[in-house]
């Protein structure tokens, strides 16, 4: 079923990897995708454990007129065209007049971010406005909850550059649902952990409890968080401009939650609530409710708070918490919650470079061996760096540039 002595070896089933063995076999090559999980998708994988799809990672189809996934996902939902925000201020609704101070203090963060472009780069805590009445709401939810990283620890350069503009999609199915979908047919071998990979030779040797599978050339689409802790073994180690590239693309944090819940709330669906940050509550979470018209509401917990929670049973607690805060005594039912800090395959959900360190994602998509080991994903796109059209992008380009026999 799988070739015995492919083209290529592409390690991990996430959108990168799934993104390689499609354009490998648009070009007539061979390839096998070593998987360590029993599942493909990867960061982007959706269930409908709660009767409804719920995607564990990535949500939303971001900057959907430059994504290349957008055609794949005809039945997505211009989430910005139909959901309002509500703001909660810790014991009231937000009024128009405090939605629109809100929205005036977003748009001078993103005019600070985009200044501090050019010149040396500093992180995004030392470029952006304080003291104002919402620029700590403004910091918390652009870093914490979008970037999944406190602004203290955020390049300027890194972010400015990844932050495309244009709308936001959510698929009726996912956008695990549509990875998963655009893998059918391709030779993926689940519960195929690589434990090490010998590129000394003139091929490459992928070695683990699977056995060993030699192959022209390896693309390698693990986060590299997963790289960081040694999750793969390299012989010779990789040179000091990948280790290098690696440590200064640590993952940042975000995980998610659902409960279904048999009343609307007030809310309509689609639409999404934040809160303000406040002494008693500095770190609050996120929601979107009602997805698709579907009984779940499900939410967001970034930064530091997702480390220390380590998602799972304790996020799900905080989240009660804070519903209840908002909502009074609303009839949760069934939940679940992501933990991607603390799963091996992951160790969070996507890279963020150090300060001064924004060149790190071109240096760790250089090539080494003569092209014959790669490294694609999330982390080495310049434009989309952290989401799955990076990742997606990045999986065509390596495989665009592995050399025919
Ligand atoms: C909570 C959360 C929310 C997100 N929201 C969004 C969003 O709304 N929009 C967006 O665009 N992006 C979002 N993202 C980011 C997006 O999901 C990722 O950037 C993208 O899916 C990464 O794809 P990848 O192929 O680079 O890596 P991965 O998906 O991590 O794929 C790598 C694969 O390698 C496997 N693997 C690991 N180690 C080994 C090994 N030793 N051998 C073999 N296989 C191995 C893993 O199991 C995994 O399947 C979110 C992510 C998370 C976690």
Same mark, same amino acid.
Request: charged letters at 15%.
């Given at each position: 079923?799988?070739?015995?002595?492919?083209?290529?070896?592409?390690?991990?089933?996430?959108?990168?990897?799934?993104?390689?063995?499609?354009?490998?076999?648009?070009?007539?090559?061979?390839?096998?995708?070593?998987?360590?999980?029993?599942?493909?998708? @990867?960061? #982007?994988? &959706?269930?409908?454990?709660?009767? $409804?799809? %719920?995607?564990?990672?990535?949500?939303?189809? /971001? !900057? +959907?007129?430059?994504?290349?996934?957008?055609?794949?996902?005809?039945?997505?939902?211009?989430?910005?065209?139909?959901?309002?925000?509500?703001?909660?201020? @810790?014991? #009231?609704? &937000?009024?128009?007049?405090?939605? $629109?101070? %809100?929205?005036?203090?977003?748009?001078?963060? /993103? !005019? +600070?971010?985009?200044?501090?472009?050019?010149?040396?780069?500093?992180?995004?805590?030392?470029?952006?406005?304080?003291?104002?009445?919402?620029?700590?709401?403004?910091?918390?939810?652009?870093?914490?909850?979008?970037? $999944?990283?406190?602004?203290?620890?955020?390049?300027?350069?890194?972010? +400015?550059?990844?932050?495309?503009?244009?709308?936001?999609?959510?698929?009726?199915?996912?956008?695990?649902?549509?990875?998963?979908?655009?893998?059918?047919?391709?030779?993926?071998?689940?519960?195929?952990?690589?434990?090490?990979?010998?590129?000394?030779?003139?091929?490459?040797?992928?070695?683990?409890?699977?056995?060993?599978?030699?192959?022209?050339?390896?693309?390698?689409?693990?986060?590299?968080?997963?790289?960081?802790?040694?999750?793969?073994?390299?012989?010779?180690?990789?040179?000091?401009?990948?280790?290098?590239?690696?440590?200064?693309?640590?993952?940042?944090?975000?995980?998610?939650?659902?409960?279904?819940?048999?009343?609307?709330?007030?809310?309509?669906?689609?639409?999404?609530?934040?809160?303000?940050?406040?002494?008693?509550?500095?770190?609050?979470?996120?929601?979107?409710?009602?997805?698709?018209?579907?009984?779940?509401?499900?939410?967001?917990?970034?930064?530091?708070?997702?480390?220390?929670?380590?998602?799972?049973?304790?996020?799900?607690?905080?989240?009660?918490?804070?519903?209840?805060?908002?909502?009074?005594?609303?009839?949760?039912?069934?939940?679940?919650?992501?933990?991607?800090?603390?799963?091996?395959?992951?160790?969070?959900?996507?890279?963020?470079?150090?300060?001064?360190?924004?060149?790190?994602?071109?240096?760790?998509?250089?090539?080494?061996?003569?092209?014959?080991?790669?490294?694609?994903?999330?982390?080495?796109?310049?434009?989309?760096?952290?989401?799955?059209?990076?990742?997606?992008?990045?999986?065509?380009?390596?495989?665009?540039?592995?050399?025919?026999?």
């Amino acid at each position: 079923m799988f070739p015995s002595d492919p083209d290529v070896v592409v390690i991990g089933a996430g959108a990168a990897g799934i993104a390689t063995a499609r354009a490998l076999a648009a070009r007539g090559l061979s390839c096998v995708v070593l998987e360590a999980g029993s599942r493909i998708g @990867g960061r #982007a994988h &959706a269930c409908t454990t709660l009767g $409804a799809v %719920f995607d564990h990672g990535a949500t939303w189809l /971001h !900057a +959907a007129e430059q994504n290349a996934l957008t055609p794949h996902a005809p039945d997505a939902v211009n989430h910005d065209r139909i959901r309002e925000r509500h703001f909660w201020m @810790g014991d #009231a609704w &937000a009024t128009p007049a405090e939605l $629109a101070a %809100f929205q005036r203090a977003d748009n001078a963060y /993103h !005019a +600070a971010v985009a200044r501090a472009a050019s010149g040396p780069d500093r992180a995004i805590a030392d470029v952006i406005p304080h003291g104002g009445p919402w620029d700590a709401t403004v910091a918390h939810w652009q870093g914490a909850q979008i970037q $999944a990283m406190e602004v203290e620890h955020l390049s300027a350069h890194d972010i +400015a550059a990844n932050s495309p503009d244009g709308s936001n999609l959510l698929p009726r199915e996912g956008v695990g649902g549509v990875i998963a979908r655009l893998a059918q047919g391709l030779p993926i071998r689940l519960d195929a952990r690589v434990e090490s990979l010998d590129w000394s030779g003139p091929g490459i040797i992928a070695q683990g409890g699977f056995g060993t599978l030699r192959a022209r050339a390896a693309i390698i689409t693990v986060s590299t968080g997963v790289l960081a802790a040694g999750g793969i073994r390299f012989t010779p180690s990789l040179p000091a401009t990948h280790a290098q590239a690696v440590h200064d693309l640590p993952l940042a944090l975000l995980d998610k939650f659902a409960f279904r819940c048999p009343d609307r709330l007030g809310i309509a669906p689609f639409h999404s609530v934040r809160c303000r940050v406040t002494p008693a509550r500095p770190r609050p979470l996120s929601f979107v409710f009602w997805p698709h018209e579907a009984d779940h509401l499900f939410g967001f917990a970034g930064g530091t708070l997702a480390w220390e929670l380590g998602g799972g049973d304790a996020l799900i607690e905080h989240a009660r918490g804070e519903l209840r805060h908002i909502f009074g005594n609303p009839p949760l039912g069934a939940a679940l919650a992501t933990s991607w800090g603390r799963d091996p395959l992951f160790l969070g959900s996507y890279s963020q470079a150090r300060v001064g360190a924004a060149g790190a994602r071109a240096a760790l998509a250089q090539p080494l061996a003569n092209g014959r080991l790669m490294f694609a994903g999330e982390a080495t796109h310049h434009g989309m760096a952290g989401m799955v059209s990076g990742a997606w992008a990045e999986g065509e380009r390596a495989a665009q540039a592995i050399q025919p026999r």
